[in-house]
């Protein structure tokens, strides 16, 4: 199971709305509003042994904060965002940024609709959930309920008072390991919330985004986030968000196979209509400012999943799919296939690259064929035929295959911060994995930290649950990840509007 997170970040301006009571208005990308509060939403992210979940959206209809004068709810969402959270063990996803009043608020809370999961079945035996029945090493579709859909904290730490240049932030923390039933049919939520504070320099968390570019007007571009064209009518999409770049952005075209790659490596390789992945930093004001600009593909189709099986000797894999670009006539329908089994079939005119995102790797680590393929690995791949897709599954082959960074959430076993490059052992992995397997984490120059980790390497300790993004590979005695980030997990216990207090996993 992951853990889904509500990252909500607050800024007073040297003037209080108070008098405005529960009215916000949305700004895209940042930037003061007189007298106002801008407020920086984002989202970030265990099952019956056995299950790993390798997909889960849900939408987000609604967040408030109670404003204890005005007696009124004060929305952070312009409207209802739709999220896909199995990606965001590690990091948060930005929602939008909107301006609300300054004041005291006492309470907080959130509204979901709509989920939708995969799960994969590494058990014994089919599982059956509803009418749906999974097979053994099969990938399924599932709608749990949910009840209520509705969820309201109100203890620490509330009540809190937004005050003038003064900021601050809320992490709210939706966690389905203790919200989904065992059977895996419902979902009670349970969250709790956490205050934190901008950093120094200003910069919220860092983040990922992906989506086709809208509009550009040097230095800043436009970017609809997410992937998949053509949408369906009904689709619930993220706002364009408005992307600021500097001297500092890094731009990465020359190395895509494209029809005409950038070799400039610059703001003149960005065009509209491109979809790219791009890594911000958040910004107190609620801007937000590109680190690293990525073609992810230009005038192609392009899927993206998790692997959960390998068979070398077809040359053959299979993923769930997370999500794809969709171009005309190439014979996939984007509304339906998200979620699916896709089997994809390798050749010897293959390419295969790593999406490395400013990472140096370690000598010795190989992404250049179907044997350096492995569960867990998060891939790219751009289909060459499509056979008979279907709502639940289709059969491609592949031009490339592009690695990109997975996420895990396992259990410290034993660490080395001495050896070069520092690193530690990940037990208790995710069912997608093989049971007793064991992964080794290397933590790098680049590799990130959480506030609660001291010393890098050397501030893990057996028995630690940590939550680990980065670039997965297939080595020998087990899987080999090199981390981009590392988040320390700690318990925690919140109390529920009836008095009920659970006590879980969280990630402060």
């Known amino acids: 199971m992951k853990k889904l997170a509500l990252f909500i970040f607050l800024t007073t301006t040297a003037l209080s709305l108070i008098s405005c009571g529960g009215n916000s208005t949305y700004t895209s ?15 970030q992210d265990a099952a019956p042994t056995g299950v790993a979940i390798t997909s889960f959206e849900v939408q987000i209809m609604n967040a408030s904060i109670h404003n204890s004068a005005t007696n009124a709810d004060v929305a952070l969402l312009a409207r209802p965002t739709e999220v896909e959270l199995e990606h965001l063990q590690s990091e948060p996803a930005l929602l939008g940024a909107l301006n609300v009043s300054a004041g005291t608020y006492s309470s907080a809370s959130a509204t979901f609709a709509n989920p939708q999961m995969v799960i994969f079945n590494n ?6 959930v509803g009418t749906t029945v999974c097979a053994i090493k099969a990938s399924c579709k599932l709608t749990p309920t949910l009840n209520p859909a509705t969820t309201t904290i109100s203890t620490a730490p509330f009540p809190i008072t937004l005050a003038a240049n003064s900021p601050v932030g809320f ?3 939706f966690d389905i390991n203790s919200s989904i039933s065992s059977d895996l049919s419902a979902i009670t939520p349970t969250i709790d919330l956490k205050q934190i504070a901008p950093s120094a320099t200003g910069v919220i968390h860092p983040e990922h985004l992906v989506g086709t570019i809208t509009a550009i007007s040097s230095p800043d571009f436009s970017l609809q986030p997410g992937l998949g064209e053509p949408m369906p009518v009904s689709a619930i999409l993220p706002p364009v968000t408005n992307i600021v770049t500097n001297a500092s952005t890094i731009y990465i075209f020359s190395d895509r196979l494209a029809a005409s790659p950038c070799a400039n ?9 491109q979809t790219v992945n791009v890594t911000v930093n958040v910004l107190s004001d609620g801007s937000l400012l590109a680190t690293a600009v990525t073609l992810f593909e230009q005038n192609s189709p392009a899927l993206e999943g998790t692997v959960v099986s390998v068979t070398p000797a077809q040359n053959q894999f ?14 996939i329908n984007a509304s339906a296939i998200v979620g699916a089994a896709v089997t994809v079939n390798v ?17 010795g680590l190989t992404f250049g064929g179907i044997n350096d393929v492995a569960i867990g690995q998060v891939v790219e791949v751009q289909p060459a035929v499509v056979v008979s897709p279907t709502a639940n599954a289709l059969t491609l082959s592949t031009n490339r295959v592009r690695l990109e960074e997975s996420q895990v959430t396992a259990t410290v076993s034993a660490t080395s911060p001495s050896a070069a490059p520092p690193s530690f052992t990940l037990s208790s ?11 080794n984490v290397l933590a790098v120059s680049t590799t990130k930290f959480s506030d609660n980790i001291s010393g890098g ?17 297939h080595t020998t005695g087990g899987p080999t990840m090199v981390a981009e980030k590392v988040l320390k997990r700690v318990q925690c216990a919140v109390t529920s509007g009836t008095g009920t207090t659970t006590t879980f996993t969280c990630i402060f």
């Open 429 to 439: 992995l995710p069912p997608i994995f093989p049971s007793g397997s064991t992964m």
């Open 265 to 273: 490596n610059n703001f003149s390789c960005l065009a509209v209509g």
């Open 318 to 331: 299979q993923i769930t799919m997370m999500g794809g670009q969709w171009m005309p006539g190439a014979g």
């Open 171 to 173: 992490l709210l923390h």
């Open 457 to 473: 390497v050397a501030g893990l300790a057996k028995g630690d649950t940590v939550s680990v993004g980065g670039l997965l590979f």
């Open 123 to 128: 058990t014994a035996a089919p599982i059956t």
């Open 29 to 43: 990308g940042g930037g003061l509003t007189a007298a106002a509060v801008p407020v920086t939403v984002s989202v």
């Open 347 to 363: 050749n010897s005119s293959t390419a295969y690259q790593i999406d490395a995102d400013g990472i140096t790797l370690p000598s």
